[in-house]
């Protein structure tokens, strides 16, 4: 199956390149607009007081491969410290991206969080590993998770929270704006998000324009939406943006290949 030429909007920054072959490689035209920008969070005191607390009963959770990185260049001189004490926990990882950067590093992966990765599928993961008054750190993604800090609240760990980077908008958001104008305009045929907070930036940047009405109109009705998985679509159907694709794993090539398959079957009927 092809893209048949398409333009296909993504947001995606950190794969961002990646995502661009992968729709090149059947048959689209990639439209790259990175919605996003990684702010790292200086936390040398609560890294600190986190290895010191690591022990053999101490449960860790890490939600992306950069919370990871992040961890291990914020732990500076004591990485080879924290390195040891991980590989003595029990560490839980939402998704293949943990466990490569955990691998990388030397870090064997306790628990895996089974697919689609979703806060629903950690949470029942982790509440299957943890007892009351264990300690359990939470490495957040680009921002705190209430329902899972909430979750394990519940069943009475001590939770410790590292977030060590954050979301923001790209500091020039110029291309962002000239997305959401093709995209009103119908010079874009689909759009791929990989991330919910995607979503959420280019609403910010539609809502500054006085454009949200006119781009959630676009997204329902000529626009193909993709969405990667289900924590994503589930973000869309809350805008009031049903996604054409959801793939069965959440991954970028399955989301495009989904995609691709759409079409091919829209242009035989």
């Not at 955990?102 to 007892?131: C, F, H, M, N, Q």
């Not at 759009?191 to 329902?220: G, P």
Request: proline share 6%.
């Amino acid at each position: 199956m092809s893209l048949l030429g398409i333009r296909v909007a993504l947001l995606e920054a950190r794969m961002g390149g990646e995502l661009e072959s992968l729709v090149r490689r059947h048959g689209g035209e990639p439209y790259a607009v990175p919605s996003l920008r990684e702010v790292r969070r200086a936390a040398p005191c609560e890294i600190a007081a986190f290895i010191d607390s690591l022990g053999p009963r101490s449960i860790v959770a890490l939600s992306t491969g950069a919370g990871v990185r992040a961890l291990f260049e914020e732990a500076g001189a004591r990485a080879g410290e924290l390195r040891a004490r991980l590989s003595g926990c029990i560490t839980v990882c939402r998704g293949p991206k943990p466990v490569a950067a955990l691998k990388e590093i030397g870090v064997l992966v306790s628990v895996r969080v089974p697919e689609p990765y979703t806060t629903r599928d950690l949470i029942e993961t982790l509440s299957a590993v943890v007892a009351p008054n264990d300690d359990v750190t939470l490495v957040h993604y680009g921002e705190r998770s209430a329902p899972l800090v909430d979750a394990m609240a519940r069943r009475g760990a001590r939770v410790r929270e590292l977030l060590l980077y954050e979301w923001a908008l790209p500091e020039d958001t110029v291309p962002m704006r000239r997305l959401v104008e093709e995209i009103v305009e119908r010079r874009v045929g689909a759009v791929a998000f990989t991330s919910q907070v995607q979503l959420r930036h280019l609403m910010i940047v539609a809502k500054e324009m006085r454009r949200l009405d006119d781009l959630l109109v676009a997204l329902r009705t000529h626009t193909i939406v993709a969405a990667v998985g289900p924590t994503c679509a589930d973000a869309l159907v809350q805008a009031g943006v049903v996604p054409r694709v959801v793939p069965d794993h959440p991954k970028m090539g399955a989301m495009v290949a989904a995609l691709a398959k759409l079409l091919g079957a829209r242009n035989v009927a």
